[in-house]
């Protein structure tokens, strides 16, 4: 009998809708920041005036639940969208897109968000205020605010950001994120099949973390990088200076355009492709097997721990430079050709593998196995 009560109690009939009208809705509010949070939104941000104007757009029920608070500066802007609950995202041909199933939903305690229910944010803020954007699911439009940028963009959806300060980006799979330019620190966190597109700046710090199949471009002056590429996915850098530290996984592809780096770092796994063409000072390189490396120029000391059947090139071919300290171990079955003088320094050669150099020092110390070839062009 309880069970019969429970059950009636559950699945009774869902009873009808009251009429949920589209308002709008305007609030002004004074900041140096604005913090976005939990929001089933298409949003806008304007960059202009003298205060933050929100102006929301939606169903009447939906926007009745918008929180706003001012605290030091700070406006925080809250939806209806609890971060921590399940939800589903039903179309127009969704599996549970009846009325009564969705009552059900609801009666579960299941967040549903139905096209409907997506408001429409328009915000207009001064020139120099801070954003921190996270859980806003919908597309997002930002204009040149010239100042620090925390951006999380949700599973599939489209951000567009004009000219920032110091940056951290967070693109959830299979998103697409493009900024004009970032004068500042800046973090990248590229989940799977994303794309994020920086085309200018002048960064200072660079941290990239990219999971498989993403895609990663960040143009422009950078000083100091520190790039993590997973499996199967691209990242390309322009001008670097500094230290340059790159990590490929499996079938990855980093390629740096140019600059002047004091250290350069490279670690790449099976069948990963790594590419600098720039000049470097002091360069390391542990390559795995089936791995292929290229280093435009380099001026003070070469570091090469070659795996099985991997490729190294050093020098672009137009110029003969000369590296004054060498040490490299080149696995079975590689190969190392470096278009500079090589001046001192050790080369051991395993198996079968191949190294050449335009000339070798007389303090250049050589161990190779009987089937390896050290030679020059």
């Given at each position: 009998m309880k069970l019969r009560k429970l059950l009636e109690s559950k699945l009774t009939p869902a009873p009808e809708t009251k009429p949920d009208p589209v308002t709008v809705r305007t609030l002004r509010h004074t900041g140096?920041?604005?913090?976005?949070?939990?929001?089933f939104a298409t949003l806008v941000v304007e960059v202009g005036g003298e205060?933050?104007?929100?102006?929301?757009?939606?169903?009447?029920?939906?926007?009745?639940?918008?929180?706003?608070?001012e605290k030091n500066d700070t406006v925080t802007l809250r939806g209806v969208k609890p971060q921590d609950a399940l939800s589903l995202h039903l179309d127009s041909t969704?599996?549970?897109?009846?009325?009564?199933?969705?009552?059900?939903?609801?009666?579960?305690?299941?967040?549903?968000?139905?096209?409907?229910?997506?408001?429409?944010?328009?915000?207009?803020?001064?020139?120099?205020?801070?954003?921190?954007?996270?859980?806003?699911?919908?597309?997002?439009?930002?204009?040149?605010t010239q100042a620090a940028l925390t951006l999380g963009v949700a599973y599939n959806q489209i951000a567009t950001v004009g000219r920032v300060s110091d940056a951290e980006i967070e693109a959830g799979s299979s998103s697409r994120v493009t900024v004009a330019g970032v004068h500042g620190s800046l973090h990248i966190g590229a989940e799977y099949s994303s794309q994020v597109t920086v085309r200018d700046g002048d960064i200072v710090g660079l941290t990239?973390?990219?999971?498989?199949?993403?895609?990663?471009?960040?143009?422009?002056?950078?000083?100091?990088?520190?790039v993590g590429a997973a499996?199967?996915?691209?990242v390309k850098l322009g001008m670097v200076s500094g230290r340059l530290d790159l990590a490929g996984?499996?079938?990855?592809?980093?390629?740096?355009?140019?600059?002047?780096?004091?250290?350069?770092e490279v670690k790449a796994a099976y069948n990963s492709v790594v590419k600098y063409g720039g000049t470097?000072?002091?360069?390391?390189?542990?390559?795995?097997?089936?791995?292929?490396?290229?280093?435009?120029?380099?001026?003070?000391?070469?570091?090469?721990?070659?795996?099985?059947?991997?490729?190294?090139?050093?020098g672009d071919g137009n110029s003969e430079g000369v590296i004054p300290i060498v040490d490299i171990r080149a696995g079975s079955s590689t190969e190392?050709?470096?278009?500079?003088?090589?001046?001192?320094?050790?080369?051991?050669?395993?198996?079968?593998?191949?190294?050449?150099?335009?000339?070798?020092?007389?303090?250049?110390?050589?161990?190779?196995?009987?089937?390896?070839?050290?030679?020059t062009f």
């Open positions: 140096r920041k604005l913090v976005l949070r939990d929001l205060d933050i104007d929100i102006t929301a757009r939606g169903r009447t029920s939906r926007l009745a639940k918008l929180q706003v608070s969704g599996l549970f897109n009846s009325r009564w199933s969705r009552w059900l939903l609801r009666r579960l305690d299941v967040v549903v968000l139905a096209p409907e229910d997506s408001i429409g944010l328009t915000i207009r803020v001064p020139e120099g205020t801070g954003l921190d954007i996270n859980g806003v699911d919908g597309n997002i439009m930002i204009g040149d990239v973390k990219s999971d498989s199949s993403s895609v990663v471009h960040v143009l422009g002056r950078i000083h100091d990088a520190d499996y199967n996915s691209s996984d499996s079938s990855s592809d980093l390629t740096v355009l140019g600059g002047t780096a004091n250290q350069l470097a000072r002091e360069v390391t390189l542990k390559l795995d097997s089936s791995a292929e490396a290229w280093v435009a120029n380099v001026t003070a000391s070469l570091t090469v721990n070659a795996d099985y059947n991997s490729r190294l090139t050093i190392i050709r470096i278009r500079a003088v090589v001046q001192r320094g050790r080369i051991s050669a395993d198996y079968n593998a191949l190294v050449l150099a335009r000339d070798y020092g007389n303090q250049v110390k050589i161990r190779q196995d009987d089937s390896a070839q050290v030679g």
